[in-house]
């Protein structure tokens, strides 16, 4: 599917060329972490995610699987109470949106972090959006991204670099189709063009979330 024009798809294919390319390598292997990321990392600082994991590593070693979180979320109603005992911050909205993406991950059988794969290998960006509150198509990409699925993630920085190249603003459907065709043109893999143009841009001086 061609989403930007021909010349359009070409600008940006040229300013792809001009930026350093590195490998998306991250690989999940923790199931905790990977649901606390999905809720904590969009719109959010780096030094304040590994804060909130770094506390809940110290603090509850022993919150390992789907149940063990699910006992705390039903023993801590209060969303301002539940991210202060797991992330210690007041990040409430994002308590509660762990809340939803805990009961939309039940609902669907995936309780551990194979079955928590091979839902992101099956899964639709139209089965999650809408599905959760607060969380859209953005954190369902950067979800299945960090569980192996080759796409591009949506965010202020990839749409400001798309819109940048090709002269006009575009829509996160146009920024990801157009960069998932410029990532074949240049033989690497979304993920790589996704984290390689993420990184040009939260680099350049001035640009910030």
Known sequence: MLVLSTEELDRLEAACRTIPLSEHDHVADDLMEELFETVLDYQNRAATVDAALTHFRSEHADVRSFDDLEEILADLPDDEDLAQTLWGNHHHRRARELRGLVTYLRERDVTDLAALHAWAAGSSQEDFVG????????????????????????????????????????????????????????????????????????????DST
């Open 131 to 206: 599905r959760i509150k607060g969380l859209g198509p953005a954190v369902y990409r950067s979800l299945v991204m960090r569980l192996g699925v080759d796409t591009i993630k949506p965010d202020v920085h990839v749409l400001r670099f798309v819109s940048a190249a090709v002269g006009r603003r575009v829509t996160q459907d146009e920024a990801v189709t157009a960069l998932e065709q410029v990532a074949r043109k240049l033989g690497v893999s979304a993920r790589t063009l996704d984290g390689s143009v993420w990184a040009f841009q939260a680099n350049r001086k001035g």
